[in-house]
């Protein structure tokens, strides 16, 4: 394929128009947000079931008008649009997801995020997870840091697992499966799991884990934004995630700072775990 080349000044471009591009999707969403609207279920290859709502289609065709078709020489991969396979005929592809935790948005949570990742091949060059409802901008440039409302900020740095802060499902923690009881921590839900890696980037987090898959575009924006704020994202056994490949699916994600990254790893990366699409 013929290999495109962004200037910095085509960059920085690139970065208002996902800044804008999200803000105005996420305008979008609020219209929608605790109001009635339609719901319907969408049915994975292996059988797992999410919803879709109206909001959902709405903020992707806002994104798809204001990213893709003002740069159609770019791909697009989106959760709300079939994989037509073409974004593999070009070297920059807009990873999106419209809105990252539908289930709390359709609760009314203000934990939903809108997420927007420019990919070089298979890397993220570009990120922005927007949470509309806290008005919180997460945005990433590769080797550049990452800002919060255009503020630096950098992931935690704690080195022991007891009294860290972890976004995750309470009840993962407690099985009695586990090997080991895990030490005492502070656990909370979020939805979105853009979220919940741009709050550990943010420090609000010491970590977040997730033993069930996900997805490039669940992941991309906020990946970055999490390494560029100093932490560590990968597989629960430490495998890297690589993304824009043929099937844009992980089997779990494992974000912290360095040194309790290793910590987590020491626990998890036994687990083998029923993978599903």
Excluded at 144 to 165: H, M, Q, W, Y
Aim: proline share 6%.
């Amino acid at each position: 394929m013929p290999e495109l080349k962004l200037t910095v000044q085509a960059r920085a471009a690139l970065s208002e128009q996902m800044r804008r591009a999200a803000t105005g999707a996420g305008k979008i969403a609020l219209e929608f947000f605790n109001r009635d609207q339609e719901i319907w279920e969408k049915t994975s290859a292996k059988g797992r079931k999410s919803p879709v709502s109206e909001a959902d289609l709405a903020v992707n065709a806002y994104l798809k008008t204001h990213l893709h078709e003002e740069t159609d020489v770019f791909g697009w991969l989106s959760e709300e649009t079939e994989d037509d396979r073409s974004r593999f005929d070009k070297t920059h592809v807009w990873m999106v997801d419209p809105i990252d935790g539908t289930r709390a948005f359709l609760k009314g949570l203000p934990h939903f995020t809108v997420c927007v990742a420019l990919m070089e091949m298979d890397r993220p060059i570009l990120g922005v997870v927007f949470n509309p409802a806290t008005d919180e901008l997460f945005f990433a440039e590769a080797g550049k840091g990452a800002t919060l409302n255009d503020a630096p900020i950098r992931a935690s740095t704690p080195d022991v697992l007891e009294g860290c802060r972890m976004v995750g499902d309470p009840d993962h923690f407690k099985h009695p499966a586990w090997p080991r009881p895990w030490p005492p921590m502070h656990v909370e839900r979020r939805n979105s799991m853009a979220y919940s890696i741009a709050l550990v980037a943010k420090g609000e987090f010491d970590a977040t884990v997730a033993f069930s898959s996900r997805n490039d575009w669940d992941l991309a924006a906020a990946g970055l934004i999490a390494e560029e704020a100093g932490a560590l994202m990968t597989t629960h056994k430490g495998e890297p995630i690589t993304f824009n490949l043929e099937n844009p699916h992980h089997p779990s994600v494992l974000c912290a700072g360095a040194k309790l990254h290793e910590a987590l790893l020491e626990r998890t990366r036994h687990l083998t775990l029923p993978y599903r699409r």
